[in-house]
């Protein structure tokens, strides 16, 4: 079901504090920074050879992930599998009996997202990200 991992997202109180540390002193170079405003965050991607890391910083304060760091700061906040079929993934997963946050996939950054609850994984939120095709 899980092809491999897609990323590590991070939640920070800034992205421009996160890229002077991880873009500028650590070297990882800087692969797109854009604002979800529907999301209530901004978030940025930095290549770290056979992943990504996303920083992902609240622009709301009513959004989930102000609330994630105003109760346990700055620090691993996801770890994102690709899936190729994520209706599929989210059946099998809820006829494993896992908690899912999302029944149904949403739009996301990078294409269709749900999120595993973390009391279901060991304190570990998952996403599962079905990538868009990107066309020419």
Known sequence: MFEQIDHIGVVVNSIDD????????LGFALLERKAVPEHGVEVAFV???NGTVEFLAPTDPESGTARFL???????????FAVADIAAAL??????????????PRQGVHGLVAFVH??????VMIELLQKVPHHP
């Open 91 to 104: 059946a099998e997963l809820k006829s494993q009996g896992m908690r899912l946050i999302d029944e149904t």
């Open 47 to 49: 290549d770290a050879g």
């Open 70 to 80: 105003a109760s346990r700061g700055e620090g691993t906040h996801h770890i994102c």
């Open 118 to 123: 973390p009391k279901a994984a060991n304190g």
């Open 18 to 25: 996160a890229l002077a540390t991880w873009r500028d002193t």
